[in-house]
């Protein structure tokens, strides 16, 4: 196929598909899926190797948040049923941690809902990375605390910090739709604000929320236009009590031709399959792990994942090996380009510039565009019909509760 054939050669080159071209991989068929996988999977090998890194999530304050994401279930006016607790001590957030990097992750992400942290929130976190890399000085700790204020982003980097998460989530065109408190500027200012103080940002998208495939585009390329190191792509978890509760839009060949394209637009970028895997790509979640090189282990945010150890058993049955403290993420020339802008403090917006957006996982914006019908993608009305609200299972064990976490 011509633009596979292309797309893999650009790929393994470093070099970024036209936008054109990215819309083509999402226009792509059902019996064409294998060889988009195959094709995804040259770039992935090419750059990464057979490795997939581990993250874990640590949710440091759950629910009650302000803002009005439509997605999230910590949400204004949520009704989800999720667990609801304010700051974990260090010691707690430690001991979920240590469960984590037991399991065989080699980042941690600490998470705490709201709009953003004060000076004394910063304090929070700055105690608990102490706690946590005491443990084990070789962590990667990323924190995800909504948006940043001036210096905070530098007092998190002298702190130990090594990465930030913010997300743009969607499209600039579209981002009015799902938010109201706050606006795609924010989040992009606040992807600045990190990557200008020598943090590596961790910055993504959610996928499902009724976008079109322009939407999608729109956003990976923006991503890669601020240079993140890392692309989280979340498929949206439609939790009840949520305003997007019934939105079902994703399959799971609609999830890979999704990760693909981000795979395409990013070549030697860590990609990472984040929350909702196990709710939408299910059975082929193992093809994922041919695209992307990272993924969570274990539980999400406010919402289980599948148990630790089968994530691991898919890793090994798939081929594949758990990347290890020792090694380096990124391909070397991505890491000298990070490490030269950590160094001087930020970087260019080229596409081929350092990595540089909250949330490491999508808690449950709304996009009123319906979703795109392609061979790929169900009709609204088809998508009803097979709702699997069996699925979303919410979290009632590790961080904030008196059970073991699932790592």
Not at 20 to 34: C, P, R, Y
Not at 48 to 61: A, D, H, T, W
Not at 382 to 407: F, I, Y
Request: hydrophobic share 40%; net charge negative.
């Amino acid at each position: 196929m011509d633009l596979l054939d292309t797309l893999t050669a650009k790929g393994l080159r470093g070099e970024v598909p036209t936008r054109e071209e990215a819309l083509a991989v999402l226009a792509t068929t059902d019996d064409e899926l294998l060889d988009v996988v195959a094709a995804a999977g040259k770039v992935r090998r090419r750059w990464f190797g057979r490795r997939v890194k581990l993250n874990y999530l640590v949710n440091l304050k759950s629910g009650l948040c302000p803002e009005d994401c439509s997605y999230c279930s910590q949400r204004l006016g949520s009704k989800a049923e999720i667990l609801k607790y304010t700051w974990l001590k260090p010691d707690q957030a430690a001991d979920a941690a240590r469960a984590g990097v037991a399991g065989g992750a080699k980042r941690v992400c600490l998470v705490a809902s709201g709009r953003g942290p004060t000076d004394r929130d910063i304090d929070r976190v700055t105690d608990t990375m102490a706690a946590i890399k005491e443990a084990d000085p070789a962590v990667e700790i990323c924190v995800c605390l909504g948006l940043l204020s001036d210096n905070q982003a530098e007092r998190l980097k002298a702190a130990g910090a090594d990465a930030y998460n913010h997300n743009l989530n969607t499209s600039e065109n579209t981002y009015g739709a799902i938010t109201k408190t706050h606006t795609y500027a924010d989040r992009v200012d606040t992807v600045q604000k990190a990557h200008g103080a020598g943090l590596s940002a961790c910055s993504g998208l959610i996928a499902g929320m009724g976008e079109t495939d322009e939407d999608l585009v729109d956003v990976v390329f923006a991503l890669r236009e601020l240079g993140s190191d890392s692309v989280p792509v979340n498929f949206l978890i439609p939790f009840e009590g949520t305003p997007l509760a019934k939105e079902w839009n994703l399959t799971p060949q609609r999830c890979l031709r999704i990760l693909a394209m981000v795979r395409f637009v990013n070549p030697d970028t860590e990609v990472r399959i984040a929350g909702g895997r196990e709710v939408h790509l299910r059975t082929m979640q193992p093809l994922g792990l041919h695209i992307a090189n990272s993924i969570f282990l274990g539980d999400y945010l406010t919402s289980e994942g599948q148990a630790g150890q089968a994530d691991l058993d898919m890793i090994k049955d798939a081929g594949f090996e758990v990347e290890g403290a020792g090694e380096a993420t990124l391909p070397r020339h991505r890491a000298d380009i990070a490490e030269a802008a950590q160094a001087g403090g930020g970087c260019g917006t080229a596409a081929s510039a350092c990595g540089s957006g909250g949330g490491c996982g999508p808690c449950g914006g709304h996009s009123h565009a319906p979703a795109q019908a392609d061979a790929g993608a169900p009709a609204a009305e088809e998508a009803e019909d097979e709702l699997r609200s069996d699925l979303v299972k919410v979290r009632r064990r590790g961080a904030g509760t008196e059970l073991a976490p699932n790592a």
